[in-house]
């Protein structure tokens, strides 16, 4: 299901209230805002979608490890934190992990600009890229909704806790998608 919130949450309140609230509900992918809610990045373009993946133990697909320090955390695989952190701190630092994970992505495709103007369908992006991180920057990491799988059993017993605006249901599967599906 493609859930979209009532209002955009902040990296801490999705993983404190959300992902952590209902670990039967698998969010596989994460909207952020990178534009004001109901504006268009241009006039003459498509909207564009972005987010990440934020499943902390994902490895990162791809054979190219883009400098650490300048794209820190750009696999969330790298993250770590200590036995002894609190639970409060603990979704600190997993909402500022997963902050830090997606504005490394995006300033990582904002630098390869001569492969996204030579293979996007889009020339125009490399700017969408730059003006996402500006917004980021003043408004911070939030998300709008997110890609979420769950039997049908779990979202009818967490539906009515769920602060969505909308629900779209994209696929509906006969089996759970693979033996790893918990």
């Known amino acids: 299901m493609s859930v979209v919130f009532d209002?955009?949450?902040?990296?801490?309140?999705?993983?404190?209230?959300?992902?952590?609230?209902?670990?039967?509900?698998?969010?596989?992918?994460?909207?952020v805002r990178t534009l004001p809610a109901g504006e268009r990045w241009s006039e003459n373009q498509p909207q564009h979608l972005v987010g990440f993946n934020p499943r902390i133990n994902l490895a990162q697909?791809?054979?190219?490890?883009?400098?650490?320090?300048?794209?820190?955390?750009?696999?969330?695989?790298?993250?770590?934190v200590g036995s002894n952190v609190l639970q409060e701190d603990l979704y600190k630092s997993v909402a500022e992990a997963?902050?830090?994970?997606?504005?490394?992505?995006?300033?990582?495709?904002?630098?390869?600009?001569?492969?996204?103007?030579?293979?996007d369908y889009?020339?125009?992006?490399?700017?969408?890229?730059?003006?996402?991180?500006?917004?980021?920057?003043?408004?911070?990491?939030?998300?709008?909704?997110?890609?979420a799988y769950a039997t049908a059993e779990d979202f009818l017993k967490y539906i009515d806790e769920l602060?969505?605006?909308?629900?779209?249901?994209n696929e509906v599967l006969p089996t759970k998608p693979n033996i790893y599906y918990n």
């Open 163 to 169: 602060p969505y605006a909308s629900i779209y249901i």
């Open 122 to 147: 889009n020339y125009f992006k490399t700017d969408f890229y730059k003006d996402s991180l500006d917004y980021i920057d003043e408004n911070g990491v939030k998300t709008y909704g997110v890609l």
């Open 7 to 31: 209002e955009d949450l902040t990296m801490e309140e999705f993983y404190g209230e959300l992902s952590r609230e209902y670990p039967m509900i698998n969010f596989s992918w994460v909207g």
């Open 61 to 80: 697909q791809g054979n190219e490890d883009p400098d650490l320090p300048e794209y820190p955390l750009f696999s969330l695989e790298d993250y770590s």
């Open 98 to 119: 997963y902050e830090t994970h997606f504005k490394s992505q995006l300033e990582y495709i904002k630098d390869q600009e001569e492969f996204v103007e030579r293979f």
